[in-house]
């Protein structure tokens, strides 16, 4: 389902500070978007308010036909296991698990994680390293790690996958890898693809490409073409 932004504000502080500043737009079914523009311009802030983990100072979004401040805080952790997959530039793996476990977390979370271990295991093949499923996240490249929080953000095959700067701490050869394996995630699977990268090769990846300048959109382009 759609995602909709509705006159989308936010402010920090106290005097307050506006960060993001009235948006409007859509992001249809099975898209994949890109954010970009400078540091600071609101890209990060953006990202987690459409996905869920924070909420707009007025206006409001609508994922999957529902407001996420409408749903208690017990409805929202069940909407993020089950539809929702999150890629960040530190990935946060958990350290004390290894990465066969840091993939099935999200599994656990809701009683899932025995069903899911084959699924876990051939998706750790896929990614070429079926061989680390027993490392700790220390005992891996910062490659592998990411690879293992891609896994990790799709084991649940969520409908929305959600990356703020994924390729942040990465050599471009991982870069591209972990590129590539969202955007096929998006292709094969239909998943809902977002992702804050200041990558231009990254950013002309997706089908619609945002560019955010002081909280507002400056540019859309349509699979290259440039919108008014
Ligand atoms: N919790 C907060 N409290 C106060 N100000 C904040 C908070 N979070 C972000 N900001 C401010 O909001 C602005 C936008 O921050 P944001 O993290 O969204 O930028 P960004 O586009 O993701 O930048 P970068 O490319 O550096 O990650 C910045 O000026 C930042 O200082
Ligand atoms: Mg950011």
């Known amino acids: 389902m759609a995602i909709s932004i509705q006159n989308l504000v936010k402010e920090f502080g106290d005097p307050p500070?506006?960060?993001?500043?009235?948006?409007?737009?859509?992001?249809?079914?099975?898209?994949?978007?890109?954010?970009?523009?400078?540091?600071?311009?609101?890209k990060s802030t953006l990202l987690y308010i459409?996905?869920?983990?924070?909420?707009?100072?007025?206006?409001?979004?609508?994922i999957d036909g529902v407001n996420p401040a409408d749903m208690s805080v017990e409805e929202l952790h069940h909407f993020r296991n089950?539809?929702?997959g999150f890629v960040f530039q530190f990935h946060y793996l958990l350290p004390?698990?290894?990465?066969?476990?840091?993939?099935?977390?999200?599994?656990?979370?809701?009683?899932?994680?025995?069903?899911?271990?084959?699924?876990?295991?051939?998706?750790?093949?896929?990614?070429?390293?079926?061989?680390?499923?027993d490392h700790l996240p220390s005992q891996m490249s910062g490659g592998e790690q990411q690879r293992v929080a891609i896994a990790r953000a799709l084991i649940m095959q969520p409908k929305y996958i959600f990356a703020d700067e994924p390729t942040g701490n990465l050599d471009s050869v991982n870069g591209k890898i972990v590129m590539d394996l969202l955007k096929r995630v998006n292709q094969e699977l239909?998943?809902?693809l977002?992702?804050?990268?200041?990558?231009?090769?990254?950013?002309?990846?997706?089908?619609?490409e945002i560019y955010l300048a002081d909280g507002r959109i400056e540019q859309v382009m349509d699979n290259?073409?440039?919108?008014?």
């Open 50 to 62: 459409i996905s869920t983990l924070d909420q707009p100072t007025e206006g409001s979004i609508i």
């Open 224 to 228: 290259g073409v440039i919108q008014t």
């Open 96 to 133: 004390e698990l290894t990465a066969l476990e840091n993939v099935l977390m999200p599994a656990r979370n809701i009683g899932q994680h025995i069903a899911k271990r084959d699924e876990a295991l051939a998706m750790l093949r896929e990614f070429g390293i079926e061989n680390k499923q």
């Open 194 to 208: 977002v992702v804050v990268t200041h990558e231009p090769d990254y950013a002309r990846m997706a089908g619609r």
């Open 190 to 192: 239909g998943a809902t």
């Open 82 to 84: 089950t539809n929702i």
């Open 17 to 42: 500070t506006r960060i993001i500043h009235g948006l409007n737009f859509v992001i249809g079914d099975s898209e994949f978007v890109s954010i970009s523009g400078r540091s600071g311009s609101g």
